[in-house]
T-cell receptor, first 113, second 110 residues
């Protein structure tokens, strides 16, 4: 089973560039979310979605956009990358929400120069 | 605002020891608690999920408890093994949002 797949695994950007981090799950999960993990700060929620067409902000949404056109995919967009967005990004999914075990991808390591 | 604290930040023990990892939170209005394991360079793996109405969950050598009145959760690992070496994170949730602790980095020495 593929589970949660994130691409790319590594990326280096220049300040001001844009890019999309991809996340796909094959478990027919309704709930999907994006986190960033920074040293000493733990994981912080960026955006989440409770189903296709429904998204909402998490703790640190500024500088990031999301959309959910299908159940399977939940891409995260950086419109104008900043060095402060250098981090490891994780996508997670669960069947219905926080009452179910969360399944995580292996992460995207992003560096902004 | 919910804050989650994990103590200690790092722990090194000899193989075979029983150990307890601690997680404390400030807001008792939680829905669920989940413990995760993270190996270096990898994502998180869910270990145990405790619903708000429950007090503990067990899986193999792992036991997690939740005490909402004291704002604490503990993860008990019995008979630790070198393969248990990883970072362990706890996370508390409201309806749709998780708040994570910063983790305890565990090293089990052979």
């Amino acid at each position: 089973n593929a589970g949660v797949t994130q691409t790319p695994k590594f990326q280096v950007l220049k300040t001001g560039q844009s890019m999309t981090l991809q996340c796909a799950q094959d478990m027919n999960h309704e709930y999907m979310s994006w986190y960033r993990q920074d040293p000493g700060m733990g994981l912080r929620l960026i955006h989440y979605s409770v189903g296709a067409g429904i998204t909402d902000q998490g703790e640190v949404p500024n500088g990031y956009n999301v959309s959910r056109s299908t159940t399977e995919d939940f891409p995260l967009r950086l419109l104008s990358a900043a060095p402060s967005q250098t981090s490891v990004y994780f996508c997670a999914s669960s069947r219905t929400g926080t009452g179910q075990p969360q399944h995580f991808g292996d992460g995207t390591r992003l560096s902004i120069l | 605002k919910q804050e989650v604290t994990q103590i200690p930040a790092a722990l090194s023990v000899p193989e075979g020891e029983n150990l307890v990892l601690n997680c404390s939170f400030t807001d008792s209005a939680i829905y669920n608690l989940q413990w995760f394991r993270q190996d270096p360079g990898k994502g998180l793996t869910s270990l145990l999920l405790i619903q708000s109405s429950q007090r503990e969950q067990t899986s193999g050598r792992l036991n997690a408890s939740l005490d909402k009145s004291s704002g604490r959760s503990t993860l008990y690992i019995a008979a630790s093994q070198p393969g248990d070496s990883a970072t362990y994170l706890c996370a508390f949730s409201g309806t749709y949002k998780y708040i994570f602790g910063t983790g305890t980095r565990l090293k089990v020495l052979a």
